[in-house]
């Protein structure tokens, strides 16, 4: 049995664990924090999350986890067979990951955290935002998901993602990110109500107040 390394809180576990879910395969999740002591590098070789545990031993990094379920598993496809959609879709995730995600996550520590963050730090993730959405409006396609007709890898990490940056927009500079996107908004909120992104969602919620205490107790 697939075997997923990490913890709930963690956005990009939770693209890996509703990839799992929506294609119907049995997993077990194992609890891990990562780190840089040998036993967690020993897993996972720069200490993050998540990490698949298969047969043949471990696979790290999320695109790779998501590619290799994709190549390897059965149930719902995820990726399209043609080359080009292919494309544009794996495309759509690394824009993400790049513009809007990481930008934010520079960020995370003032907007969740309550750990402040230097100005000029903010001030960039504020333009870099700015650009990764504006980028997502004219790549995604909203009809009605993210890269087209199916629900794919790009909706993972919009929905994982892009609700983190907004979380950012709204708090730090009161921005709503998706104001211009309408489609985007709506498509948001219907992945959420997803009946497996719910399951997700109440695993999160449960697994918050202990990350929540070892945040606290690292401060």
């Known amino acids: 049995m697939l075997k997923l390394y990490g913890f709930s809180v963690s956005n990009y576990y939770n693209m890996v ?7 119907g395969l049995p997993f077990e999740e194992v609890p891990f924090y990562a780190g840089q002591t040998p036993e967690a590098l020993a897993v996972s070789p720069r200490g993050k999350v998540p990490v698949l545990r298969v047969k ?3 696979i790290n990094e999320t695109s790779v ?29 690394r ?7 990481l930008p934010a996550r520079a960020c995370f520590a003032e ?10 730090i903010k001030e960039k993730t504020r333009a870099e935002l700015s650009l990764g959405i504006a980028s997502l409006g004219r790549h995604g396609r909203f009809a009605p998901y993210v890269a087209g007709e199916s629900f794919t890898i790009a909706d993972l990490y919009f929905m994982y993602s ?5 979380a950012v927009g709204e708090k730090l500079f009161g921005l709503d990110l998706l104001a211009e996107l309408p489609a985007a908004k709506a498509l948001l909120e219907r992945l959420h109500a997803m009946p497996n992104a719910q399951k997700v969602a109440a695993d999160r919620e449960a697994a918050m107040p202990a990350f929540m205490a070892m945040i ?4």
């Open 56 to 58: 043949q031993g471990f």
């Open 17 to 23: 664990k509703l990839a799992l879910l929506e294609k």
């Open 65 to 93: 986890i998501l590619e290799y379920i994709e190549q390897t598993q059965e149930g719902r496809s995820l990726l399209p067979a043609d080359p080009f959609q292919r494309a544009q879709v794996l495309a759509l995730c």
């Open 216 to 219: 606290a107790a690292k401060k």
């Open 162 to 166: 892009v609700n983190l940056a907004c």
């Open 111 to 120: 907007a969740f955290f309550g750990m402040p963050v230097p100005e000029a």
């Open 95 to 101: 824009e993400i990951e790049l513009y809007i995600e």
